[in-house]
């Protein structure tokens, strides 16, 4: 049971190369985000993840390539902490070509009217994972922002660091978060 979940939750790693990634931000209003120069992993969080460990190198490494690029700098006081969480889930998508429709032919008589056509129903599942990274203020303890991407998910993978990079920057390019 356990290396099921494991190989589920590792699917979330193995990204397809052509599908979009889908970004939604939230964070506290109240946050200095000036104030945010260096960053260090939560260490509780990296050890959480049930994900294989060349997977959270991969995401540490995509998200330590992205963070000088907003200014920061590793450090071992940090003014935040970043913390991630994964998760995967199975998409169904079911078609339906069942339809109806008119049409004349010859046959016994000529003559037009309506009638129903052979269809068929078409299932897909697709596996389909969310990559959150959370910035955790270091002196408050309390989340100051939070990114969180959805894409879709697949078996190759030679695309495995390329995708999780390109996962990690789509979701960084919400930060710091455009306060009105």
Excluded: H
Excluded at 92 to 101: P, R, T
Excluded at 170 to 178: A, F, R, S, V
């Amino acid at each position: 049971m356990k290396l099921l979940k494991l190989l589920t939750v590792l699917g979330f790693f193995i990204l397809t190369s052509c599908a979009t990634v889908s970004v939604n931000t939230d964070y506290d209003k109240k946050a200095n985000f000036a104030s945010y120069k260096t960053y260090a992993f939560s260490k509780s969080s990296i050890d959480k993840l049930e994900i294989s460990d060349l997977d959270k190198k991969r995401i540490l490494y995509a998200i330590d390539n992205a963070m000088p690029a907003k200014g920061f700098t590793k450090s071992e006081t940090p003014d935040v902490l970043i913390s991630l969480f994964t998760k995967e889930r199975e998409r169904v998508d079911v078609y339906n070509n069942m339809g109806w429709g008119f049409g004349g032919g010859f046959g016994w008589g000529w003559g037009w009217g309506p009638g129903w056509g052979m269809g068929y129903t078409r299932t897909t599942t697709t596996p389909e994972g969310t990559l959150y990274i959370d910035l955790i203020d270091a002196k408050t303890k309390e989340l100051v922002w939070q990114g969180i991407g959805t894409g879709y998910l697949t078996t190759n993978s030679e695309k495995k660091d390329e995708r999780i990079a390109e996962f990690v920057a789509k979701i960084l390019e919400k930060y710091p978060p455009i306060i009105k």
